[in-house]
């Protein structure tokens, strides 16, 4: 019987506690490491350790003094965690990630210098640290650029620089962004790390996870990302989704279908890319989530992650493909050796629901039968009444996310066009 600690900052999904409740079956035990924005399931874990998750070097000494030895240390997908479960996983000589690739996976600025040392195709970079290195930044890689946060996650804050009117409005959308950022990271910790945290992880070359940028050589083609369990190096596909985004000059996700539909020479350069890219920077055991631009150059790394992807991947790679990444992440972290055959069992369409204007949330309405339909999988609330919301530049915000199947892409998109019918938003 192995004793499991799961690191989380946010509450689950049924899939993801079935997963637990798989692992408990085994004879296992589980243990909670939160923030205490939630409570979890019942009956599901021998105890729960709250504590202030952003400060990761009391949160070590809480978790040792505890005097439980964990046999295995994971995470699902809180992306600001990665550093601190690596450093868990470190204290209590489990396997995992060593916590400065996990650092280099956090801070876009670190892991673009590990993949240009190995050789992995990205665009052109430079590290901006006020609006004025940012206009030369700007000036050095040309329009059309891209800006974004060096911490930033879910493409908040970041904006393009496609012309003329966007260089006008360039201040107004950098300090309208790093405004943004500096609240969400008080309230979050999304972003932030101290420099005192960054040496406890072995980083020496400081950064500014909050205001720091990188101006980025603008990447034009379609986007996709790739969800993979890595076990002593060795990369499994689980679910490859066709990325839309929202036009510019930002670039939140606003919908997605998976799998990909592509040819096998595709499927095959896709692969090949990824084993590289988890190479270069350094992953051992743990999953990984990369998001790809099939520009005219060829295929280049957005950005990679030790997680499972966010919002509904983990849910809907489980509806397409039976696996459930949480149970493989938590069997990877055991040493468990596994053996898998993926294959498309469905096809899925989901689709963020967005504010169109700036204010408050007045009312919500989801209808009933939304939750009873077998072809909607996955619906979930990113917003509450009472919240203030609003589209770039003034906030980045989902209200919600819809999944549904079917058979072919096309029955996915008809399904998911009836759910979105039945929920609304009043903001006032």
């Known amino acids: ?49 709250v504590y202030d998750l952003r400060k990761t070097g009391e949160t070590l000494d809480y978790i040792k003094s505890q005097d439980i030895r964990f046999d295995a240390v994971t995470i699902k997908t809180s992306e600001w965690l990665t550093p601190l479960t690596a450093l868990l996983a470190k204290q209590y000589g489990c396997i995992g990630n060593d916590p400065v690739t996990a650092f280099n996976c956090r801070s876009k600025y670190h892991m673009r210098r590990e993949l240009e040392k190995g050789g992995v195709p990205i665009p052109k970079f430079e590290l901006c640290k006020n609006y004025a290195e940012l206009l030369q930044a700007i000036e050095q890689i040309g329009i059309p650029c891209v800006a974004k946060p060096v911490g930033g996650n879910a493409s908040y804050g970041t904006f393009l620089i496609m012309n003329a009117e966007d260089m006008r409005n360039l201040k107004q959308n950098y300090e309208s962004s790093v405004d943004y950022l500096r609240k969400k990271a008080v309230t979050e910790d999304v972003f932030a790390f101290s420099e005192e945290e960054m040496d406890l992880i072995g980083i020496r070359d400081h950064v500014d996870m909050v205001t720091d940028y990188l101006v980025e050589e603008y990447m034009d083609g379609p986007e996709i990302s790739v969800d993979a369990i890595v076990q002593n190096g060795r990369v499994t596909i689980f679910g490859v989704e066709d990325q839309i985004r929202m036009k510019p000059p930002y670039v939140l996700q606003i919908a997605a279908r998976l799998p990909y539909v592509c040819d096998s020479k595709r499927e095959a350069e896709i692969y090949d890319l990824i084993c590289q890219t988890v190479k270069a920077v350094g992953l051992r055991n743990s999953a990984t989530h990369t998001e790809i631009i099939f520009t005219k150059d060829g295929p280049k ?19 397409a493909t039976g696996y459930n990444l949480m ?33 408050v949330i ?30 770039p530049p003034y906030s980045f915000d989902y209200l919600a996310y819809v999944g549904a199947k079917g058979s072919s892409p096309a029955e996915a998109q008809t399904n998911l066009e009836s759910a979105l019918r039945r929920i609304s938003f009043t903001i006032r």
């Open 327 to 359: 149970y493989e992440s938590i069997m990877v972290a055991l040493g468990i050796k596994r053996h898998y055959e993926v294959r498309a069992l469905c096809h899925t369409m989901m689709q963020f629901v967005l504010p169109e204007k700036e204010g």
């Open 1 to 49: 019987m192995s004793k499991i600690l799961i690191v989380t900052g946010s509450d689950y999904t049924d899939q993801v506690y079935q997963a637990f409740s798989d692992v408990l079956a085994l004879g296992h035990q589980l243990y909670l490491l939160s923030d205490g924005s939630f409570e979890p399931h019942p009956g599901i874990f021998e105890k729960h350790f």
């Open 362 to 391: 007045e009312e919500i309405f989801v209808d009933e039968s939304l939750k009873k339909d077998p072809n909607v999988y996955n619906m979930a609330l990113c917003s509450k009444k009472g919240d203030k919301v609003g589209p």
């Open 301 to 319: 790394i957005v950005e990679i992650g030790c997680r499972i992807g966010g919002d509904d991947l983990h849910d809907t790679i489980l509806e």
